[in-house]
């Protein structure tokens, strides 16, 4: 049993290890060479593709690294999967795209728009998953 004394210094020094673990880590975590967000590559097309995600609400439908909805086919790496004319003939189609039986809302995008979403479904494809590189959505029918 310890003394009211020892029980005060082994939670002050648990403390204090437990205290500079958590710093150490938090640097560790903010050096650039662990950077794995890809940020550098960020510019208006990638910024605008960005903006027509978030206007048209993809992400009630589709999925990027796991967060959205499961509705639809994951988007992290689509562009490797599919390919760029693929997803801009899907965003510029004047009819529902309707893929496996899930009808895709139609936005008759124009080139410009269409492939600014496509700049930010690459950028979003660049980004270090740490070996993770097959992000699929736990409802999917099939692993493409």
């Known amino acids: 049993m310890l003394s009211k004394s020892q029980a005060r210094a082994f939670f002050l020094g648990g403390t204090l290890v437990t205290f500079l673990i958590f710093i150490g ?72 795209w309707a893929p496996n039986g899930r009808k895709m809302v139609v936005y ?3 080139e410009k728009d269409a492939d600014a979403v496509v700049a930010y479904l690459k950028w979003i494809g660049k980004i270090d998953l740490n070996g993770f590189e097959r992000v699929v959505s736990p409802l999917a029918k099939e692993n493409n």
């Not at 940020?39 to 027509?52: A, C, F, N, S, W």
């Not at 048209?56 to 999967?81: D, F, Q, W």
Request: glycine letters at 10%; hydrophobic letters at 30%; proline letters at 5%.
């Open 25 to 96: 880590l938090t640097i560790y975590s903010f050096m650039p060479r662990n950077d794995q967000t890809n940020y550098t590559k960020i510019d208006k097309q990638v910024v605008r593709g960005k903006e027509l995600w978030e206007t048209n609400n993809c992400m009630g439908c589709h999925s990027i690294m796991g967060e959205g909805g499961y509705y639809a086919p994951e988007l992290t790496k689509v562009v490797e999967r599919r390919g760029e004319g693929y997803i801009k003939a899907a965003l510029m189609s004047p009819v529902p």
């Open 108 to 110: 008759k995008m124009n």
